[in-house]
């Protein structure tokens, strides 16, 4: 994911992530795809309008049938 979202973005702005395993269904998969897409859509637009920067996706285990997605940018 950290790879194909790089290749996407310009030189100067780079992705990050570490990503706990966990299995989904295609439906969910697709909707986390299309979160983390939004979020770094977002971080690029608001964040890095004219500067460079790293934006750090984390997934996790939150609990029983639960996973946490945080994004940050600096």
């Known amino acids: 994911v950290v790879d194909l979202l790089n290749s996407t973005l310009s030189s100067d702005i780079s ?8 299995e989904v ?3 969910e998969g697709s909707l ?3 979160i983390v ?7 690029t637009k608001h964040s890095f309008e004219q500067s460079s920067g790293t934006i750090r996706l984390v997934g996790q285990r939150a609990g029983k049938g639960t996973y946490r997605l ?3 940018d600096n």
């Open 70 to 72: 945080t994004c940050s």
């Open 37 to 43: 897409n939004e979020l770094v859509a977002n971080a």
């Open 25 to 27: 269904t295609p439906r």
């Open 15 to 22: 992705v990050q992530g570490s990503f706990e395993d966990v």
């Open 32 to 34: 986390v795809a299309t």
